[in-house]
């Protein structure tokens, strides 16, 4: 049996979603190891999220939100980009692969970008190899 990694795609509930609704119209399929997670913004997004589900086991963390100044909540995407960027210095002091955490903004009807976004960060897993956690 081959070695799938485990995913979690962190997706906001306008954009991102919207995305994946989109995708899902035109019958376009993400990789089934991939599992989606709403939020209401990647603004309100908290690390300790991202850092529970690498203990949890997952061998990458996927974040789609709306675009740089399409955000419905004004300039949540602006601070979901700050949080992240402290998070990926935390995760690479403590010696652990920030390349595992994408962030990519993916507009509502963008949902061919959504899932050549996850083919891509599925191929980049796997690539990376499991967790090591």
């Known amino acids: 049996m081959t070695w799938e990694p485990k995913i979690v795609y962190i997706m906001c509930s306008w954009c991102g979603s919207g995305g994946a ?12 190891n991939i ?6 913004c990647t603004g309100g997004l908290d690390p300790a999220y991202i850092l529970r589900a690498f203990l949890e ?15 419905h909540y004004d300039t949540g ?9 402290a998070l990926k210095t935390i995760l690479k002091t403590f010696g652990f692969d920030e390349d595992r955490v ?7 009807s963008e949902g061919k970008r959504l899932v050549d ?3 891509e960060f599925n ?11």
């Not at 191929?123 to 956690?133: M, Q, R």
Request: hydrophobic letters at 35%; charged letters at 25%.
């Open 21 to 32: 609704e989109s995708a899902s119209a035109y019958g376009l399929k993400y990789p089934e």
């Open 35 to 40: 599992k989606p997670f709403r939020v209401w």
């Open 57 to 71: 086991g997952a061998d990458g963390i996927l974040i789609s939100g709306c675009h740089p100044g399409d955000c």
């Open 77 to 85: 995407n602006y601070f979901a980009r700050r949080r992240l960027a």
């Open 102 to 108: 994408w962030l990519r903004w993916v507009g509502h």
């Open 117 to 119: 976004t996850a083919i």
């Open 123 to 133: 191929e980049h897993i796997k690539k990376l190899g499991p967790n090591k956690i």
